[in-house]
């Protein structure tokens, strides 16, 4: 049975599994904050092990090939075969992973340690999407939001874990976080029987309506569109949370510490444009967030790089809220578009547009490298401009309506 078959037995908004829903939220913020202490560790495994920039690089790119390449692999084949239990196979991964970058005595050792992290959220991220939507009874913004919250606060507890545990004790401490994992692997089991269940009694009930079946070309159309525009979200993003202590540093001659302050401002209104930006979406539809948040945000992109201290903090908290709304409508977007490839929907913009991100954003280092920060900021307020794209997606509230 695909997903197809399970959105059949589709719950009512009267009985979202919350306590589901919950739990997948609670374990991205476990998975998140795990992958997080990698790059959080860099300066201590190049002083321990004597690594050259590159070597760090190639590090990256072990995680980022197996977290976001693997990650629409993964969600093609469950979609095609459903794996409810896969799930904390995932977060065994991870704690492999976790314990051989806590021993290893070697490079290629915390090459094959990164590689096994990114196994593991390649696994997660797909799965866990599909059980944050079948629980959502309907309110499929409310759940993604939830799920997604999680992931935020668990990459920014991440390296402050790291910072007040594992440079001060060194890489052994690294373990430790392994018991992370398997609590992970614990809740997810449970989450895996109640997938199964699920699973079985949508078998028994008779579909509720047919799923929106838009044209091939539409859906391409579209879902080319909301990976332009998740690219340019994740790089702005991506130059707000890499280059903004550095920004402010420069620019207004700050702190360290008050520059961390505000990156927390920061992080943390994103955190809250997440949760708000499913609920609405269910309310308003989804087009209508992502209009909002990535073109919407435009005037307040523009205006910032000329902005003085206090509006700079103001502005930035500001952007951080709106464009982080975005991320939920997207992907409950794009997966009303291919109704049936919810694993494949997740893995593609959790996984493949995300890592594009984090290229863009190196790309954004070595033009600050070469012509500054500011001009990074400069020409990164023009990006939220590609929402016009957004003109490009089909009206799915009049495509219902249509179908009905």
């Known amino acids: 049975m695909t997903d197809t078959t ?40 190049k002083a321990d092990y004597g690594l050259s920039f590159w070597q760090i690089g190639l590090l990256t790119l072990a995680f980022q090939v197996t977290a976001s390449l693997l990650q629409p692999l993964i969600g093609l084949y469950t979609d095609k075969r459903p794996m409810p239990y896969s799930l904390p196979f995932g977060s065994a991964a991870t704690l492999a992973g976790l314990l051989l970058l806590a021993s290893a005595s070697s490079y290629p050792l915390l090459i094959a340690g990164a590689a096994l992290i990114g196994i593991g959220s390649a696994i997660f991220h ?19 939001s939830v799920f997604q919250v999680g992931g935020n606060f668990g990459t920014a507890i991440g390296p402050l874990l ?16 392994s018991l992370a994992a398997l609590l992970a692997m614990v809740i997810l089991w449970q989450v895996g029987a109640w997938y199964s269940r699920y699973r079985a009694n949508a078998a028994k009930r008779a579909p509720v309506a047919e799923p929106v079946r838009l044209p091939r070309r539409t859906v391409m159309i579209a879902l080319a569109v909301l990976t332009l525009l998740t690219f ?29 302050v505000m990156l927390f401002v920061l992080l943390g209104a994103a955190a809250v444009g997440t949760i708000l930006g499913g609920p609405i979406g269910d309310r308003i539809g989804a087009k209508n967030v992502i209009w909002f948040s990535i073109l919407g945000v435009l005037p307040f992109t ?18 951080g ?28 913009f959790f996984g493949f547009a995300f890592g594009m991100g984090g290229l863009g954003a190196a790309v954004l280092g070595v033009v600050a490298d ?35």
Not at 19 to 44: R, T
Not at 127 to 134: D, F, G, I, K, Q
């Open 6 to 45: 399970a959105a059949a037995g589709r719950l009512t908004p009267s009985t979202t599994a919350f306590g589901v829903i919950l739990a997948v939220s609670f374990c991205h913020l476990l998975n998140d904050m795990m992958q997080s202490l990698l790059a959080a560790i860099y300066p201590m495994l």
């Open 126 to 144: 797909p799965e866990s999407s599909r059980v944050a939507r079948l629980a959502s009874g309907g309110r499929y913004g409310l759940a993604q």
């Open 162 to 177: 790291a910072a007040f545990i594992v440079v001060p004790r060194g890489q052994a401490s690294v373990a430790w976080f």
């Open 232 to 260: 340019s979200k994740n790089v702005y993003m991506a130059s707000l949370s890499s280059y903004y202590t550095f920004y402010v540093i420069e620019k207004f001659g700050v702190s360290v510490q008050e520059s961390q």
């Open 302 to 319: 523009l205006a910032m790089p000329y902005m003085d201290l206090f509006w700079t903090g103001v502005l930035s908290a500001v952007i």
């Open 321 to 348: 809220l709106i464009l982080a709304s975005a991320f939920p409508a997207i992907v409950v977007f794009a997966q009303e578009l291919v109704p049936g490839r919810v694993g494949l929907i997740a893995g593609i």
């Open 370 to 404: 070469a012509r500054g920060i500011e001009y990074v900021y400069a020409i990164c307020s023009f990006l939220p401009l590609l929402g016009l794209a957004t003109i490009l997606l089909p009206d799915m509230r009049a495509a219902r309506a249509k179908a009905i």
